[in-house]
């Protein structure tokens, strides 16, 4: 079965919306309506370098030591 006008990150939504960016269609749930962009896009602006999952919550922040050791 091929869904015309699926959006193109989770394949089941109603692609409502154009990404800015990238050009994707993508549904209500996958767009950014604050920037305009598929949450794809937005994700890339908000996290430049690529991190574990993992880590996000782990208040892990790179380059901001408050304590080193020498
Ligand atoms: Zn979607
Ligand atoms: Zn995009």
Redesign the pocket.
């Known amino acids: 079965m091929s869904v015309s006008g ?8 109603d ?1 409502a919306f154009g990404c800015d960016r990238c050009g994707k269609l ?6 950014d309506r604050e920037s305009g962009w598929c ?1 794809e896009c937005a994700g890339e602006l908000r996290r430049p370098r690529d991190r574990t999952e993992q880590d996000e919550d782990d208040g892990f922040d790179d380059g901001v030591d408050t304590y080193r050791v020498d």
């Open positions: 699926g959006c193109e990150i989770c394949a089941t939504g692609a993508v549904c209500d749930e996958h767009y949450t």
